[in-house]
């Protein structure tokens, strides 16, 4: 992320205000009554993220009102400059809705008559209301169109590791981030997506009608106009009228028990109900196990496990066949479970049906890191080079594919031979970065750095590398990206443009930021995404500003950054938008690489490296848990 890239993200958050070429075309006196709104949206937003929610509803009253005066003194070409003001304050004045304060309804203003100048758009998706405009029912409106359209795949299956059952499942989004952004609908992915014509996928489409809803629906904050945020979404029935579903008893392991749920039971779960229960394009029985809270939760017939009568539970009855229907489970032809395998999971019943890990998490996810925790060095780099293989024929890139490999890593891809040896002696001389805070065990192979070598996927044309993303990681990258990083606890690589034409420098450049990532989030199975996106961030940004002047605007920008966020919990809680919360990660980032954090950073890193989880070797490094960190990092800012 170089400094032009950075600025032009600060002018999208509203930190530094884009220059409106129609203002510069006004006289003294009308600039300087834009001047004086902005100034109060300005404080509004100040007094917001400082809490003083109040005061922040004073000012943008004061803005409001002196827009509605302005207008009507300075007519139509004072109008034609508003836009930008109107796409600040319209995004102070829903949060501050979401905050209970009690603001008038915020609609864009007519155009005074005059010469119909050709004029800038409205704010449209920044605008929660506009004249005429009544809100959008999530169970009513969104609900059936996110039935009828995303049904199979996100709302009867998971697809992507992307789950829309309920209102509490679309706002926490697929495991890479959020895909609603209450007030924003041109950031949220949802919407992205739908108009680049990547989802649906399968024939259907969304109609203009459907769009402009959901559009509208994220424009007006998000919200939730049922009883239960977990109930599944049904079409043709509003929520609201439904009764609640109850939420699932959770157990969390006491660690006396003799059977595991992470690594004895997902993976059953996993090789045998895939397709019908997991990661299904159609669920049978309204049974999702994609989680272990929806296993727990059950399907139409009710709990399918009662804690502590393994041989009573419904699960059990079905794998023996002896349930009232007398289906025997697994169906579809496959092998029936063994005596040994059923009375495993009957055990763990019995003992409780406890999870000793994050119950929110795929279970897929949940049994690979405990294949993972197994597994040598060797066959985790063997794993890493079939799956390789794999997602290059899945996203069926032109060229046949070759592969070198050095201490670190396995380089990959339908690139050139001599292009692929040169990324792959760059990106040796970029791990330096990395290791310079995540550093190697003295007795360790290189191999061992990231528990199995790494993969590098080298793809000549940015249409291979989009294809590659789409298909592999059902996503869209935005349209600037070259390179990203990937980890889910068996699978680790970093995808790439490279062609014969690009300079050596250029692939130094490519490579580092996601290179460090990597490194820093193999250090453990829980590390966040921000922290290693941030720390790889931050190194690079620190390379790329070479002058004093351009350190000096790095860190501004940084800090300006920081104003967007509210507090910890709402970076933590992914409420910001990706590139938000790329830029502010990159800040925090930088504030532990300095001199005297450093040493904390490289004790948290090596905490991690043991085993600790994320948290307490967060707390053993910088002495305090990483939303008090946050929390402080943001007040220094201020």
């Not at 291979?464 to 070259?482: G, H, I, N």
């Not at 970076?571 to 904390?600: E, I, Y």
């Amino acid at each position: 992320m170089n400094l032009l890239r950075i600025t032009l993200l600060l002018i999208g958050f509203g930190v530094i205000s884009p220059i409106n070429a129609r203002a510069a075309e006004l006289d003294r006196r009308q600039r300087t009554v834009l001047s004086t709104i902005n100034s109060s949206i300005g404080k509004a937003a100040q007094s917001y993220f400082q809490g003083d929610y109040q005061a922040s509803g004073q000012e943008l009253r004061k803005a409001m009102t002196r827009i509605q005066m302005g207008i009507k003194a300075n007519g139509p070409e004072f109008y034609d400059a508003l836009p930008p003001l109107m796409q600040k304050l319209s995004l102070v004045h829903m949060k501050l809705e979401l905050e209970g304060v009690a603001l008038p309804p915020l609609r864009y203003p007519e155009r005074p008559a005059g010469d119909s100048a050709m004029t800038e758009s409205a704010p449209g998706d920044n605008t929660p209301t506009t004249n005429g405009e009544s809100l959008v029912s999530f169970t009513q409106d969104v609900a059936p169109i996110l039935t009828s359209k995303c049904g199979r795949c996100h709302v009867q299956g998971s697809r992507g590791g992307f789950n829309a059952a309920s209102y509490a499942a679309l706002m926490k989004g697929p495991p890479e981030g959020v895909v609603v952004f209450a007030g924003d609908a041109t950031g949220s992915r949802l919407v992205e997506t739908i108009e680049s014509g990547d989802m649906p996928r399968g024939g259907g489409t969304v109609s203009p009608t459907e769009l402009q809803t959901l559009k509208s629906w994220i424009v007006q904050g998000a919200k939730f106009d049922g009883q239960d945020p977990s109930a599944p979404i049904t079409a043709g029935a509003p929520a609201t009228n439904a009764s609640p579903t109850p939420a699932p008893m959770i157990t969390q392991s006491r660690g006396d028990e003799t059977v595991s749920f992470v690594s004895d039971v997902a993976p059953l779960l996993v090789e045998n109900c895939s397709g019908c229960h997991i990661d299904a394009m159609q669920v049978r029985g309204g049974l999702q196990m994609d989680t272990f809270t929806r296993l727990m939760r059950g399907g139409d017939s009710g709990a399918i496990v009662t804690p502590g009568r393994g041989e009573a539970s419904l699960l059990v009855k079905k794998l023996r066949g002896t349930a009232a229907d007398g289906e025997r489970m697994p169906a579809g032809g496959r092998p029936a479970l063994s005596e040994d395998e059923i009375k495993l999971i009957s055990t763990w019943i019995d003992e409780g049906a406890s999870i000793d890990g994050d119950a929110t998490r795929p279970l897929t996810v949940l049994s690979r890191l405990a294949w993972a925790e197994k597994a040598s060095t060797e066959e985790l780099s063997t794993k890493r080079a079939e799956l390789a293989e794999s997602h290059l024929q899945l996203a069926n890139t032109q060229g046949q594919p070759s592969a070198t490999t050095t201490d670190h890593f396995r380089v990959t891809g339908t690139g050139s031979e001599a292009t692929l040896e040169l990324v792959g002696r760059l990106a040796e001389e970029q791990l330096q970065f990395a290791t310079s805070v995540a550093r190697e065990r003295p007795n360790d192979q290189p191999q061992d750095y990231f528990r199995g070598r790494a993969t590098i996927v080298v793809l000549p044309r940015r249409y291979d590398y989009s294809e590659f993303a789409k298909m592999v990681e059902q996503r869209s990258l935005p349209s600037d990206w070259t390179s990203h990083w990937q980890f889910d606890g068996i699978d680790a690589y970093v995808a790439m443009v490279a062609t014969e034409q690009d300079d050596p420098e250029t692939l130094r450049s490519r490579l580092l930021a996601p290179v460090v990532s990597l490194a820093v989030a193999t250090h453990g199975t829980d590390v966040p995404r921000w922290f290693a996106e941030g720390i790889g961030e931050a190194i690079a940004m620190q390379q790329n500003a070479k002058s004093p002047a351009e350190q000096d605007q790095m860190r501004t920008l940084l800090l300006e950054a920081a104003s967007t966020v509210k507090d910890a919990k709402a970076f933590l809680d992914n409420r910001l938008t990706p590139a938000q919360a790329d830029s502010f990660g990159a800040g925090v980032a930088m504030s532990m690489l300095s001199r005297n954090r450093r040493k904390a950073l490289e004790s948290c890193l090596r905490a991690l490296a043991d085993g600790k989880p994320f948290e307490a070797a967060f707390a053993e490094g910088f002495g305090m848990p990483p939303e008090a960190y946050i929390n402080q990092f943001l007040q220094y800012t201020r």
